[in-house]
T-cell receptor, first 112, second 114 residues
C-alpha cells in the first residue's frame, strides 16, 4: 500500500535560516504529491503540489521537486520567517485512489 | 467566498452520547471526506463520499456514521460505540477522485469527551 515517511521534528530554526524537511514515499503507479501546512488550532492549507516526475511545486518561497528515482518530495525554503512556524504534512494521492496518505507531520518553530 | 465550513469549532460530549459534526462546502465539489487527527499523528480517513447518496468506509469507520443527502453537506455522527472519540476532526472536499485533484480542508472541530 501507499505510505509516506517524513522527518520527525520538532525542527527549531532562527529567522532567515535555510529549511529542509525530508519526505519519502512508497506508492504504486504515478501518485501526486502534496505539502500541507497547519497553523495552531486550524485546518490544513495546501502549500504546494506536484503531479508528475520532475515537477517542481512552489508557493510563498517554499519549493519541492517530485523525484521519482529517489521517491522523494523534500520541502525547502531559503529563508524562513517567524510566521512560517507551523506543522507541515507531506501527503500523496495515488492513481484513482480516493484518499490522501499523510506523513505524521513535522513541527517547525522559527525564532526571531 | 468559496470554502468549507465546519461547526461547531469546539464540542464537548458526555460518554454514551451521540454527537453530529457539520460540514458544508460551496465549492461545487463532488467528493467529500472526513479525517481524524490525533496529537503527533497524521490524518486518518474515516469516511468519504464521491456523489450524493453514496459513501464508503475509510480506514477507521467503526463507531462513526455519515450521510450525503445534499451535494454541499456531509455530516459526521460520532456514536457512543466509538471508544476513543476525543480528537480533532477535519472535513475536506475535492472536485473528483483523480490523483491530481486537490483536497481542500475546513477549519476543523475539536471534540472532547468528558
Amino acid at each position: 500500500g501507499n505510505s509516506v515517511t517524513q522527518m520527525e521534528g520538532p525542527v527549531t530554526l532562527s529567522e532567515e535560516a535555510f529549511l529542509t524537511i525530508n519526505c519519502t514515499y512508497t506508492a504504486t503507479g504515478y501518485p501526486s504529491l502534496f505539502w500541507y501546512v497547519q497553523y495552531p488550532g486550524e485546518g490544513l492549507q495546501l502549500l504546494l503540489k506536484a503531479t508528475k516526475a520532475d515537477d517542481k511545486g512552489s508557493n510563498k518561497g517554499f519549493e519541492a521537486t517530485y523525484r521519482k528515482e529517489t521517491t522523494s518530495f523534500h520541502l525547502e525554503k531559503g529563508s524562513v520567517q517567524v510566521s512560517d512556524s507551523a506543522v507541515y504534512f507531506c501527503a500523496l494521492k495515488g492513481g484513482s485512489n480516493y484518499k490522501l496518505t499523510f506523513g505524521k507531520g513535522t513541527l517547525l518553530t522559527v525564532n526571531p | 467566498d468559496g470554502g468549507i465550513t465546519q461547526s461547531p469549532k469546539y464540542l464537548f460530549r458526555k460518554e454514551g452520547q451521540n454527537v453530529t459534526l457539520s460540514c458544508e462546502q460551496n465549492l461545487n465539489h463532488d467528493a467529500m471526506y472526513w479525517y481524524r487527527q490525533d496529537p503527533g499523528q497524521g490524518l486518518r480517513l474515516i469516511y468519504y463520499s464521491q456523489i450524493v447518496n453514496d459513501f464508503q468506509k475509510g480506514d477507521i469507520a467503526e463507531g462513526y456514521s455519515v450521510s450525503r443527502e445534499k451535494k454541499e453537506s456531509f455530516p459526521l455522527t460520532v456514536t457512543s460505540a466509538q471508544k476513543n472519540p476525543t480528537a480533532f476532526y477535519l472535513c475536506a472536499s475535492s472536485m473528483g477522485r483523480e490523483a491530481t485533484d486537490t483536497q481542500y480542508f475546513g477549519p476543523g472541530t475539536r471534540l472532547t469527551v468528558l
